[in-house]
């Protein structure tokens, strides 16, 4: 959190003191914009979910949603995905910060790893599907995902993106039966 209050104030064009009139610093600051981010992030990754019963079609779902509504909402993150870009600046400078945005990508495993356990379960994926084999789906989406948010942070090619996604979708789409 390298970023001074100074600079904070001319970003948004607050005062000083009415940031301290909703904030007491820089690191309550930090959690209302983790908490509205991802809000922003549930709403643009989750879209559309509640109506597919499939746990796999759900999963290539919310693939696409992160590729198509979330990774490029310019408006919404200009820099590329909030969560992957401050844990990358957090680590080294403020662990426990930074402890908060990991809860976020364990609990992006464990909904991978939800969906694929249920397709599973309901028989949609391959028979030969053992359960090492699911352990290294789970890892490797979830790494992928993430993967393409580091890319597209740096690169912000729109095309390259969607290759990365589309691959990683293709990849879910060879676990089905």
Known sequence: MSTSITDILLATGASKGGLYNHFNGKEALFYAVLEQSRS????????????IDSPIRKLIRFLENYRDNYMI?????PG?????????????????????????FIGLK?????????AKKDCELRDE?????????????????????????QNKSVSELHRTMSSLIDYVKSLIK
């Open 40 to 51: 922003i992030w549930r709403e643009k990754n989750l879209e559309g979910l509640d109506q």
């Open 73 to 77: 909402d310019h408006e919404k993150f």
């Open 80 to 104: 590329g995905c909030i969560f992957v870009n401050l844990s990358v600046e957090l680590d080294d400078q403020l662990p426990h910060l930074a402890r908060e945005l990991e809860k976020g």
């Open 110 to 118: 464990r909904m991978i790893k939800r969906y694929l356990e249920k």
């Open 129 to 153: 599907i053992d359960d090492i084999t699911l352990n290294n789906a789970i890892e490797i989406i979830t790494s992928s995902a993430i993967g393409a948010a580091v890319m597209y942070s």
